[in-house]
T-cell receptor, first 114, second 115 residues
Framework: DQQVKQNSPSLSVQEGRISILNCDYTNSMFDYFLWYKKYPAEGPTFLISISSIKDKNEDGRFTVFLNKSAKHLSLHIVPSQPGDSAVYFCAASPLPYNNNDMRFGAGTRLTVKP | NAGVTQTPKFRILKIGQSMTLQCTQDMNHNYMYWYRQDPGMGLKLIYYSVGAGITDKGEVPNGYNVSRSTTEDFPLRLELAAPSQTSVYFC??????????????FGPGTRLTVL
């Protein structure tokens, strides 16, 4: 039972344009959301997070938007760079935000073309 | 700091064989985790530990065992390998157990194939 879904396995974007990665969840108890980035032969690394009290969180070129009523979040990368090419995982956790309760999506492979 | 290291990087096992996946962290983190990632699926938690001597089951613990005798090491044991255990295994650690309080750091993974 996939409680966190990333329905697009892959996304290809031109350098300099916006990348939008989407994530949907089914468990209304999820209250804290994270994005991880993974390069080949490496482990995932934390990218950005958002809690349910916000609808937007920004960190440089990366912005995460949360729509709780739709159970949907998205990661925007602007402008996209070739070094952003990686697999991006969405993750969600219910209160009290224990890591051991976190659920992960299957990932979206982003390719940024020069 | 080396961060989280895992050995081996790759392994092929025959059905019924056993093996131990090694995980070591040098960040003095209390919490350590083992995940598996199957093709087309998200990471699933196998076991976790909140400190030396304390371990607990995650979402998919069957067929695995863990121990945590030191803060640094958290080995994962497969006793009777089955094809369903073919997966990529990631070890992770964090200073606290709370998302948003401290980041999880992941190792590079071990790709295991059971034939």
């Amino acid at each position: 039972d996939q409680q966190v879904k990333q329905n697009s396995p892959s996304l290809s974007v031109q350098e300099g344009r916006i990348s939008i990665l989407n994530c949907d969840y089914t468990n209304s108890m999820f209250d804290y959301f994270l994005w991880y980035k993974k390069y080949p032969a490496e482990g995932p690394t934390f990218l950005i997070s958002i809690s349910s009290i916000k609808d937007k969180n920004e960190d440089g070129r990366f912005t995460v938007f949360l729509n709780k009523s739709a159970k949907h979040l998205s990661l925007h990368i602007v402008p996209s760079q070739p070094g952003d090419s990686a697999v991006y995982f969405c993750a969600a956790s219910p209160l009290p935000y224990n890591n051991n309760d976190m659920r992960f999506g299957a990932g979206t492979r982003l390719t940024v073309k020069p | 700091n080396a961060g989280v290291t895992q050995t081996p990087k790759f392994r092929i096992l025959k059905i019924g064989q056993s093996m131990t996946l090694q995980c070591t962290q040098d960040m003095n983190h209390n919490y350590m985790y083992w995940y598996r990632q199957d093709p087309g699926m998200g990471l699933k938690l196998i076991y976790y530990s909140v400190g030396a001597g304390i371990t607990d089951k995650g979402e998919v613990p069957n067929g695995y065992n863990v121990s945590r005798s030191t803060t640094e090491d958290f080995p994962l044991r497969l006793e009777l390998a089955a094809p369903s255990q073919t997966s990529v295994y990631f070890c992770a650690s964090s200073y606290t157990g709370l998302a948003g309080d401290s980041e999880q750091f992941f190792g590079p993974g071990t790709r295991l194939t059971v034939l």
